[in-house]
């Protein structure tokens, strides 16, 4: 197993475009997390999955942003028209749900947003 | 607001002495508390956890303290290892179904030789 892994590792784009990330989980793992990291900060919730049901969403997440899970498996988070404060470090965290509440994380998909 | 506090922003260490870590939280609801240790370019590595019916937790050179009645935890290493510089989150879920984590804008430890 190779852990959680997360494509592509860093994003640039300009203002005002759409951009999507996707999750791969440990295999196994039915519950799947969205968080987001600023310089300076720990991590911030934004959306969890267990199997493809999206069960929790932040007040974060505001209505530009859109995640999926089809089937279960891997995941997608989109950002519609960007904007620079979108800037930010996106980890995804998968976890099982025999082991507790111990998430495992990615390295993180960084976006910049000119 | 922020429901997690590690007030220390950074810390430094000898190489082999203890490293004390700590972290505030304000939500009675948490009922479950983790560590985990970021190295630069990559995602945070878990590191210990702690339920609330317990009240220390150790696994080798890693202890955490868990004072309910204070809503204080901490993270003792010892001996602390070059290889400990890293940042270190405290993170904290709570209640039935709650399984999303709030973490502590973190502790950067430098070990010196």
């Known amino acids: 197993d190779t852990g959680v892994s997360q494509d592509p590792r860093h994003k640039i784009t300009k203002r005002g475009q759409n951009v999507t990330f996707r999750c791969d989980p440990i295999s196994e793992h039915n519950r799947l997390y969205w968080y987001r990291q600023t310089l300076g900060q720990g991590p911030e919730f934004l959306t969890y999955?267990?199997?493809?049901?999206?069960?929790?969403k932040s007040r974060l997440l505001s209505d530009r942003f859109s995640a999926e899970r089809p089937k279960g498996s891997f995941s997608t988070l989109e950002i519609q028209r960007t904007e620079q404060g979108d800037s930010a470090m996106y980890l995804c965290?998968?976890?099982?749900?025999?082991?507790?509440?111990?998430?495992?994380f990615g390295a993180g998909t960084r976006l910049s947003v000119l | 607001d922020q429901q997690v506090k590690q007030n220390s922003p950074s810390l430094s260490v000898q190489e082999g002495r203890i490293s004390i870590l700590n972290c505030d939280y304000t939500n009675s609801m948490f009922d479950y508390f983790l560590w985990y240790k970021k190295y630069p370019a990559e995602g945070p590595t878990f590191l210990i956890s702690i339920s609330s019916i317990k009240d220390k937790n150790e696994d080798g050179r890693f202890t955490v303290f868990l004072n309910k009645s204070a809503k204080h935890l901490s993270l003792h290493i010892v001996p602390s290892q070059p290889g400990d510089s890293a940042v270190y989150f405290c993170?904290?879920?709570?209640?039935?179904?709650?399984?999303?984590?709030?973490f502590g804008a973190g502790t950067t430890v430098t070990v010196r030789a």
């Open positions: 965290a998968s976890s099982f749900v025999r082991e507790g509440n111990i998430q495992y």
């Open positions: 993170a904290a879920s709570g209640g039935s179904n709650d399984y999303k984590l709030s």
């Open positions: 999955f267990q199997n493809e049901a999206q069960l929790e």
